[in-house]
T-cell receptor, first 111, second 114 residues
C-alpha cells in the first residue's frame, strides 16, 4: 500500500496534556500535510510541511518532518476538549496532485 | 469567501440505482479532487481534474464510477448501479494552481446504499 501509517490509531489524554501523533510513509514526497476531521465529515487543513523543511509551527501545533526516516509527527500542546477529532497525515508527491492519506489517529481529550 | 460546497449532504438509495453527487469548488480553483472515505478509514483518491487537462481517473474503483467537470467549475460524480460497498462519505476538494498545494475540502456527501 502507498498509504502512510499513523500511530497511535487512538489516543486519549487529559485536557492540558500534550498529544503526539506520528506518521510514516514509504515513497519520496514533495510535501506532507496534516488535516483534522470532526464527526467524520469535512476535513480542515492544519499544516503543510515541504520536503526541504524540518519543523513548522502554527499556534499550539508543531509538525516535524524527517525525510531520512520517512516520518512526520504532529504535536498539539496544552490540549483542549475541542481538539477531540481524527487527525490525518497526507503526503503529496508533487504540486496539485492527489493526496495519499493515512488511516488517521482518533484523539480524545477529556476535560 | 465561500468554501467548497457539496450536495446533497446525505443520500440514501437502493442497491442498483444510479446516484449523482455534486461539488462546487472555490471560485478560481483550477484543480478539483474527489475522495471517498469508508467508515473508520482514511481517504481514498478517486479522480482528479486539473484545468483543461484530461482527468486522472486512476483511483476510480470500477467502471460504474464516472465524473465530469463542466466549464472548469462544478463537478458531478456519478455512480451507476450502486452496490452496498459504495456506502461511504464522498469528499470533494479544490486547490488553486499556483503550487500552494493546500486542498480545501467540502463537507462531503454521506451515501448509504440499502
Amino acid at each position: 500500500s502507498q498509504q502512510g501509517e499513523e500511530d497511535p490509531q487512538a489516543l486519549s489524554i487529559q485536557e492540558g496534556e500534550n498529544a503526539t501523533m506520528n506518521c510514516s510513509y514509504k515513497t519520496s514526497i514533495n510535501n506532507l500535510q496534516w488535516y483534522r476531521q470532526n464527526s467524520g465529515r469535512g476535513l480542515v487543513h492544519l499544516i503543510l510541511i515541504r520536503s526541504n523543511e524540518r519543523e513548522k509551527h502554527s499556534g499550539r501545533l508543531r509538525v516535524t518532518l524527517d525525510t531520512s526516516k520517512k516520518s512526520s509527527s504532529l504535536l498539539i500542546t496544552a490540549s483542549r476538549a475541542a481538539d477531540t477529532a481524527s487527525y490525518f497525515c497526507a503526503r503529496q508527491n508533487s504540486g496539485n496532485t492527489p493526496l495519499v492519506f493515512g488511516k488517521g489517529t482518533r484523539l480524545s481529550v477529556i476535560a | 469567501g465561500a468554501g467548497v460546497s457539496q450536495s446533497p449532504s446525505n443520500k440514501v438509495t437502493e442497491k442498483g440505482k444510479d446516484v449523482e453527487l455534486r461539488c462546487d469548488p472555490i471560485s478560481g480553483h483550477t484543480a478539483l479532487y474527489w475522495y471517498r472515505q469508508s467508515l473508520g478509514q482514511g481517504l481514498e483518491f478517486l479522480i482528479y481534474f486539473q484545468g483543461n487537462s484530461a482527468p486522472d481517473k486512476s483511483g476510480l474503483p470500477s467502471d460504474r464510477f464516472s465524473a465530469e467537470r463542466t466549464g472548469g467549475s462544478v463537478s458531478t460524480l456519478t455512480i451507476q448501479r450502486t452496490q452496498q460497498e459504495d456506502s461511504a462519505v464522498y469528499l470533494c476538494a479544490s486547490s488553486i494552481d499556483t503550487g500552494t498545494d493546500t486542498q480545501y475540502f467540502g463537507p462531503g456527501t454521506r451515501l448509504t446504499v440499502l
